[in-house]
């Protein structure tokens, strides 16, 4: 059985891989414990690679201690067989070629897209659909939230991404989940990337608003 150690460490690193780069005392406020306990708990984590720390200057006084994963502290995350998966991907682009390739990722398309069309047709208001989107998306490992915008727009956040490895072998894979979620959320939506994991952000986000409002681009 996990001890109460254990189970603080886990929750630190769940905090940190959802909500990013945080100090040991907004961590605190978060996980409702002390900030010296904090303190203890990614030090040890940082003394077995999992956690490191960037000092800030904001402003006068002391520089802030901003608390991060490290590679290692990502990879805790599952990634679902990575490894394997891209493997079967490169078979399929040998046997098939591009053409092959290209028809697999067509197929996941169409059978993502009715999974979520059930659940997201029955809703009526945007908001609606977007939260059940990112619940949807959470139960798919990518550690989803939806965020309302001052706008009027939302921000679709995904703090995780379990194909992340296979993504970045098959690229068309990113391609067709901003396919899916345009088609799923109707041709009166605009939606746009804003930040991507495979460009080095450390989260991939969506912008998502009625085609009453202006892109952004």
Not at 52 to 67: A, H, I, L, N, S
Not at 68 to 87: I, K, M, S, Y
């Amino acid at each position: 059985m996990q001890d109460m150690t254990d189970r603080t460490a886990d929750r630190l690193l769940h905090a940190l891989k959802a909500a990013g780069p945080q100090t040991a005392a907004a961590l605190a406020r978060r996980l409702g414990i002390t900030a010296v306990g904090v303190r203890q708990h990614l030090e040890r984590l940082a003394g077995a690679g999992l956690t490191g720390f960037d000092d800030r200057r904001e402003g006068v006084g002391r520089p802030k201690r901003y608390w991060r994963l490290t590679d290692a502290g990502h990879a805790r995350f599952p990634d679902n067989h990575a490894g394997l998966t891209v493997e079967l991907l490169r078979a399929v682009s040998d046997v098939f070629g591009e053409a092959g390739l290209e028809r697999l990722i067509a197929q996941r398309e169409a059978e993502t897209l009715a999974g979520y069309r059930r659940r997201l047709d029955v809703l009526r208001s945007l908001a609606g659909k977007v939260r059940m989107l990112a619940r949807l998306r959470t139960e798919e490992g990518y550690m989803a939230e939806s965020r309302p915008q001052p706008d009027g727009s939302f921000l679709l956040v995904e703090n995780h991404c379990p194909i992340c490895v296979a993504a970045r072998t098959c690229q068309g894979l990113c391609r067709s989940e901003l396919a899916i979620f345009a088609a799923v959320l109707g041709k009166d939506v605009i939606v746009e990337r804003t930040d991507h994991i495979l460009a080095g952000a450390r989260r991939c986000a969506y912008r998502i608003a009625p085609k009453t409002q202006r892109s952004r681009k």
